[in-house]
């Protein structure tokens, strides 16, 4: 089992829809949690991080479920724009530092 | 602006050849990473540095090696052990030692080919 897995994807959305990305992690050494944004053939760019008691940054939503090991990304009225692979990534803290990525799950969002 | 810089973009290289690819960051972080994107998959580390000087080996360090002599910079040099190297190849940084909970700034990657 790999110790971070997303939503195989890709999600086809029509504008103005509303999408969520699932994110589950194996290890209870987790410590923080972030998502990023990622366009084609580009670098990975924070979207946000994952607070314990949800976090909300305009249309995306950000949530951490400590007890079932996963984190969600709700966004909202889906614009063409956030067509793009959408990467979570779990930073452990078993002694040393360790970030794993997830493999991203690809959104496409039509007019 | 402060920010992450990688070059070259693009890097073609002959097989039997080591290449080295170049990672700057002016964001005064301290610790630095390189992680290795193939198609459809997602990042793994290469390699990763938390001080000057002292550098650790990621989930696929083989065929990899890095130096990091000044804070600003960390090149990783990819060399002919390298068995599979065409890739995307991004540098990244963050703030601190600890790296818990600090999100990592990429910069905009270098894409390999192997001929």
Not at chain 1, 4 to 20: H, R
Not at chain 1, 62 to 88: E, F, G, H, P, W
Not at chain 1, 91 to 101: A, C, D, E, P, S
């Amino acid at each position: 089992r790999k110790e971070v897995e997303q939503d195989p994807g890709p999600f086809n959305v029509p504008e103005g829809a509303t999408v969520a990305f699932n994110c589950t992690y194996s290890n209870s050494a987790s410590q923080s949690f972030f998502w990023y944004r990622q366009d084609c053939r580009k670098e990975p760019k924070l979207l946000m991080s994952v607070y314990s008691s949800g976090n909300e940054d305009g249309r995306f939503t950000a949530q951490l479920n400590r007890a079932s090991q996963y984190i969600s990304l709700l966004i909202r009225d889906s614009k063409l724009s956030d067509s793009a692979t959408y990467l979570c990534a779990v930073n452990l803290n078993t002694g040393g530092f360790k970030t794993i990525f997830g493999a991203g799950t690809r959104l496409f969002v039509k007019a | 602006d402060g920010g992450i810089t990688q070059s070259p973009k693009y890097l073609f290289r002959k097989e039997g050849q080591n290449v080295t690819l170049s990672c700057e960051q002016n964001l005064n972080h301290d610790a630095m990473y390189w992680y290795r994107q193939d198609p459809g998959q997602g990042l793994r580390l290469i390699y990763y540095s938390q001080i000057v000087n002292d550098f650790q080996k990621g989930d696929i360090a083989e065929g990899y090696s890095v130096s990091r002599e000044k804070k600003e910079s960390f090149p990783l040099t990819v060399t002919s052990a390298q068995k599979n190297p065409t890739a995307f190849y991004l540098c990244a940084s963050s703030v601190g030692l600890a790296g818990a909970y600090n999100e990592q700034f990429f910069g905009p990657g270098t894409r390999l080919t192997v001929l």
